[in-house]
């Protein structure tokens, strides 16, 4: 147990180190970075695919999508025109630093404005590790249930935004909005509770604007050049 315990403060003391640099890279050439995190299932490509129809021809924005197998995200993502690129994680629930740092090398140039990660699917596995990102998003579709902030505290107590997804479903499910935006709240005051339809499109305003708010923050912080 205690040999176990050491073993996985090692590894995320080397992710942590890893985190570090690629945050210190995108800090220098003000690369906005979204660490995409949800259950299987709960809509994190679909709103990628709309984001990039929103923004894709004012923004550069790419994506680094895990997933255990199969390049079927980054494929769906290309075919909508974002520059995607799969990353297999070997059976992993979760992305690692180390993993972003070999994908995102080699990217080239023009710098990305935007970079988003989506994630494993997964609510557990990927909360411990830092990619390296300014903030986590956690998508929670309105079909998997409104008790899910304080049965999965970890994920939604890190997440500076959450996003209620799939809003177009709430009329066939039972889903209280007030309950979730309380229980996040309560486990994160500062976070942000978005809901939006990537299918309808209601709400992707707030979105998309969230977005171009931070990128201006990220960009104004930009470390001027010696
Ligand atoms: N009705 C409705 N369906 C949606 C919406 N967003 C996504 N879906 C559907 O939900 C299913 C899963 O969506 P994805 O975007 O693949 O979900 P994901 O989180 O990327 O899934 P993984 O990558 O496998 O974890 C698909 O059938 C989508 O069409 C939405 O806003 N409304
Ligand atoms: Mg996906």
């Not at 590790?129 to 409104?146: C, H, M, N, R, T």
């Not at 939604?156 to 997804?165: H, I, K, N, P």
């Not at 992707?204 to 923050?217: G, S």
Request: charged share 25%; hydrophobic share 40%.
């Amino acid at each position: 147990m205690t040999k176990q315990i050491e073993v996985k403060k090692r590894i995320l003391e080397e992710n942590e180190k890893a985190a570090t640099r690629l945050r210190q890279s995108f800090r220098e050439t003000g690369t906005l970075v979204i660490n995409l995190i949800s259950s299987p299932g709960a809509g994190k490509t679909t709103l990628l695919e709309s984001t990039g129809a929103a923004l894709g021809t004012t923004r550069r924005l790419g994506v680094l999508v895990g997933d255990i197998a199969t390049e079927r995200d980054a494929d769906r993502l290309r075919q909508s025109g974002l520059p995607a690129r799969q990353i297999l994680t070997g059976g992993s629930c979760h992305l690692d630093a180390r993993q972003i740092d070999g994908a995102f090398t080699g990217w080239g140039s023009p710098k990305l404005e935007i970079l988003v990660i989506e994630n494993v699917g997964n609510l557990i596995c990927p909360t411990s590790f830092d990619l390296g990102e300014d903030f986590k998003v956690a998508l929670l579709s309105v079909a998997e249930g409104d008790d899910k902030p304080f049965k999965y505290p970890g994920i939604f107590s890190r997440a500076a935004v959450t996003v209620v997804t799939k809003t177009d479903l709430l009329p066939h499910v039972t889903f209280n909005m007030t309950r979730v935006r309380d229980e996040v709240r309560s486990l994160n005051p500062a976070a942000t509770v978005l809901e939006l339809s990537a299918r309808t499109g209601q709400g992707m305003d707030r979105w998309i604007a969230l977005l171009e708010e931070r990128l201006a923050a990220k960009t104004a912080a930009v470390p001027a050049a010696r």
